[in-house]
């Protein structure tokens, strides 16, 4: 991927608390993507594909709700 360093860089180098919502069959962002994430943040994984917020809105908004809760 041509941005794959500039993204990860982003994301190693803020201070800005980071979750992800992430569907572990997704072929480009899947499981793979979210076992590296999880050094970075909390991260929710669902039993879904590439679109986690179409294929399982009630989940998504649960975990969204959950990871912004103070």
């Known amino acids: 991927m041509a941005n794959a360093a500039r993204w990860e860089g982003a994301l190693e180098g803020t201070d800005v608390p980071i979750a992800f919502v992430g569907g572990v069959a997704d072929p480009v962002s899947g499981a793979h993507v979210l076992d590296s994430a ?23 908004a649960e975990a969204l709700l959950r990871l912004s809760a103070p």
Request: net charge negative; glycine share 8%.
């Open 38 to 60: 999880t050094s970075l943040g909390e991260v929710v994984r669902l039993e879904v594909g590439q679109y986690p917020h179409w294929e399982a809105p009630d989940e998504v």
